[in-house]
């Protein structure tokens, strides 16, 4: 069993700084990429940052130059660091792990509970 597990949401004012960390646990052999994604009221969920196990990461034009992804393969950790935040960016975040190669399987899909991060004056 593969499970992620998040922390670091909370309330902030606009321009503020948020950390949001993710962790998998479980048999796991390997992870090609680990991610962010949010989802808005009555939004689609959108992919926030990646980052795959060789470093090369991808961000939505909404937060590039504001967010930052980093990952430890070692601990399969990932980090997202939010900066310079806006209303617009309230919503719940969710960890992803793509491509996980455990004793469950292979090239399997994990998703977190998500954590909400709210922008509010």
């Known amino acids: 069993q593969v499970q992620l597990v998040e922390s670091g949401g909370g309330l902030v004012q606009p321009g503020g700084s948020l950390r949001l960390s993710c962790a998998a646990s479980g048999s796991i052999f390997s992870i090609y990429a680990m991610g962010w994604y949010r989802q808005a009221p009555g939004k689609q969920r959108e992919l926030v940052a990646v980052?795959?196990?060789?470093?090369?990461?991808s961000y939505a034009d909404s937060v590039k130059g504001r967010f930052a992804i980093s990952r430890d393969n070692a601990k399969n950790t990932v980090l997202l660091k939010l900066n310079s935040l806006k209303p617009e960016d309230t919503a719940v975040y969710y960890c992803?792990?793509?491509?996980?190669?455990?004793?469950?399987?292979?090239?399997?899909?994990?998703w977190g509970q998500g954590t909400q991060v709210t922008v509010s004056s």
């Open positions: 980052v795959t196990s060789g470093g090369s990461t």
């Open positions: 992803n792990a793509a491509g996980v190669y455990s004793k469950v399987g292979a090239y399997l899909d994990y």
